[in-house]
C-alpha cells in the first residue's frame, strides 16, 4: 500500500481487524454448523428452515411472497427457487393472490408443519449449543442490542434502497 493509497482510505485499525476477522470467522462457523444439523436431521438447508418457520408464524400460516422475501431478506429469485424446492417436497404451496393477478402466497401446508415440528428441537439445541449456553446473560444482551444496530444501518427507510428483496 502506498502513502496516496493510504491517504484516501481509511483502513480498519489492527483492532478493528482482529474484530471484523473473528466476526466472519464466527458467522461462517456458525452458518454452517447450523446448515449441517437441518441437512442431516431434516434434509434441509437453514434457509429453508427460516423460510418455514416465517410462514408458521404468519397469519393462516401464508405470507405473500414478496412479503416472504422482505422477511427472509433475501432475492425474489432466491425466494422463487427455494419455495419451488419446498413446495417439491410438500411443505409448502403456492396462491394466487385474488386481489393481484402477478401477486401469490406461500402456504405452510399441513406437511411443512409436520417437519418443522420434528425438526425444530433439534434445531433448538444447535442453536442453544452453539451460541448461548458459550455466552452469560450480559453478553447475549449486548450481543442481540448490538445486532440490533448493525441491522438499523444496513436496511434504510428510503425509497430506492438497494435491498435483497426489492431485487
Given amino acids: 500500500m502506498n502513502s496516496d493509497s493510504a491517504a484516501r482510505h481509511r483502513w480498519l ?6 474484530v471484523w476477522r473473528a466476526y466472519l ?12 444439523q437441518l441437512q442431516r436431521d431434516a434434509g434441509m438447508p437453514h434457509i ?33 427457487h ?27 401446508t399441513e406437511k411443512g408443519v409436520e417437519v418443522l415440528s420434528r425438526t425444530a428441537p433439534g434445531h433448538v439445541t444447535a442453536v442453544r449449543q452453539a451460541l448461548f449456553e458459550r455466552l452469560s446473560p450480559e453478553q447475549q444482551k449486548t450481543l442481540g442490542e448490538i445486532m440490533e444496530i448493525v441491522a438499523e444501518g444496513l436496511q434504510p427507510d428510503e425509497a430506492g434502497a438497494d435491498l435483497p428483496w426489492l431485487r
Wanted: glycine share 4%; with cysteine.
Fill in 82 to 108: 427455494a419455495i419451488a424446492r419446498l413446495e417439491k417436497n410438500g411443505w409448502v404451496r403456492r396462491e394466487d393472490c385474488s386481489s393481484d393477478k402477478r401477486g401469490q402466497f406461500a402456504v405452510l
Fill in 48 to 80: 429453508y428452515y427460516g423460510l418455514l418457520v416465517t410462514l408458521a408464524e404468519a397469519p393462516r400460516r401464508r405470507l405473500r411472497m414478496t412479503e416472504l422475501a422482505m422477511k427472509a431478506k433475501i432475492t425474489r429469485s432466491r425466494l422463487s
Fill in 25 to 36: 470467522h464466527a458467522t461462517t462457523l456458525l452458518e454452517d454448523h447450523l446448515d449441517r
Fill in 13 to 18: 485499525t489492527d483492532e478493528e481487524q482482529r
